[in-house]
């Protein structure tokens, strides 16, 4: 069908295309052919014939971006839980999985802006400039590359397929139905993160960090990727976020709370000169019980993360200080040194780069506050318009993490007595 049965009197009507209604409905990626493409792609040396597709129950709730993106937009978005009978080097095979139709990374930066208007005050004024800067803007492609360049790491789930279309802005995931897992979207129960849990996490992470360290320099693989000038030029935006989470919740952001974020505002040309001189790694960035599950398997436990969107690179201690501040309750705030020294020392083994635990805790502090001026600050934007029951307990959580780091305490240099 050629480009001009797109006429005016298609979009004054509301109308489109029967062919484009096709193409960007759910049920046309949900087909066999389709899937078989993504399949076939994904494994160019297995001959796969996809013979039937039935629909599974899914939870879309837990993917925030999806749930707030979805109402904005006509096209298909969301997770589709699928029962796929395909038959591979004439084996046939029957598995479960799932099917993730991205939205583009503007129409999530749209729809953060929408959010932000919603909230009034001196954030709705501060926020335009910064609308496709605050990490969200290139979410399409960020899972797509880290699942295709990494997608057979022991903490990934299984990938069945990828499909990326700039053009016709088609951002597709086929991965496995996570079935027989514990701890699936376990963030409102933190509690039922035992030791044993917690323990093969961070050992997973340090395996997954390690991997990926960069001791020397920094990669940029992404134009809103951290690093001191990217944090300086959001100052404003961190600025008027904190604002507004003091402004709608000041029982959470204390006037002692709100006078640490401040000076950590000030301090983000300072701390980022330490923060620079440390190796980065590929974080997930997004690393809470929403998007990790586990495996219980003949060798132990195994982390499984998902939802790579916003996967950047920073210091490896960002994903654990996350983490944490999402796990620990005030019962166990105790147990952070713990499981920080815990991981520290998984890291050291696998990389002989971490022997000082006084200064891995202080870039942990300083991963701190980027998280907390940052991605903390957007979590109260949406929490604002839409109530996120874990939140509280996760700031909370958050500002016990900054008691017992104090980065923002001055470095004392230490005198030898002669």
């Known amino acids: 069908m050629c480009a001009c049965s797109i006429r005016p009197w298609c979009r004054r009507r509301f ?23 993504l399949m076939q792609a994904h494994a160019p040396e297995r001959a796969i014939r996809v013979h039937e597709v039935s629909p599974l129950p899914l939870d879309n709730s837990a993917s925030i971006l999806v749930v707030l993106t979805a109402g904005q937009t006509n096209r298909p978005v969301g997770h589709f839980g699928l029962r796929v009978t395909f038959e591979a080097q004439g084996e046939l095979q029957t598995r479960d999985m799932v099917l993730k139709l991205k939205p583009p990374g503007r129409e999530v930066s749209a ?17 335009p400039p910064f609308a496709t800067r605050t990490g969200f803007y290139h979410t ?50 933190p509690a039922h993160w035992t030791d044993e849990h917690l323990r093969a996490a961070l050992g997973a992470l340090a395996e997954w960090h390690a991997a990926h360290l960069q001791p020397g320099h920094s990669r940029t693989a992404w134009p809103d990727q951290p ?9 404003p935006l961190c600025q008027a976020l904190l604002h507004n989470a003091a402004t709608h919740f000041p029982t959470l952001y204390d006037a002692t709370n709100v006078a640490d974020l401040q000076q950590a505002i000030r301090a983000i040309p300072e701390y980022w000169a330490e923060l620079a001189k440390h190796p980065k790694t590929l974080i997930h960035n997004d690393l809470n019980p929403r998007n990790t599950c586990f495996r219980r398997t003949a060798l132990g436990l195994q982390l499984c993360a998902y939802d790579w969107e916003l996967a950047t690179y920073h210091v490896p201690q960002y994903d654990v200080v996350e983490l944490l501040s999402f796990v620990l309750d005030a019962d166990r705030y105790h147990l952070r040194p713990v499981y920080l020294e815990f991981y520290r020392q998984q890291l050291q083994a696998r990389t002989g780069l971490f022997g000082n635990a006084e200064e891995f805790n202080r870039v942990a502090g300083l991963a701190a506050l980027d998280f907390g001026l940052h991605r903390l600050g957007m979590y109260l934007m949406a929490h604002t318009v839409s109530s996120y029951p874990f939140l509280p307990r996760v700031v909370q959580s958050y500002f016990n993490t900054l008691a017992q780091l104090q980065p923002l305490r001055a470095q004392v240099p230490v005198v030898q007595a002669s």
């Open 15 to 37: 109308q489109l295309p029967f062919w484009f209604r096709l193409m960007h409905s759910a049920a046309h990626y949900c087909s066999a052919a389709f899937l078989e493409a």
């Open 111 to 127: 729809m953060l802006g929408s959010l932000a208007q919603a909230c009034g005050g001196e954030l709705a004024a501060v926020y």
């Open 227 to 235: 690093s001191e000038a990217y944090m300086q030029a959001l100052s």
């Open 140 to 189: 399409h492609q960020r899972e797509l590359q880290v699942y295709a360049a990494h997608g057979r790491a022991a903490l990934m789930p299984t990938i069945w397929g990828l499909h990326h279309d700039e053009a016709h802005e088609v951002h597709a995931i086929l991965m496995e139905y996570l079935a027989d897992v514990e701890l699936l979207n376990s963030v409102m129960t």
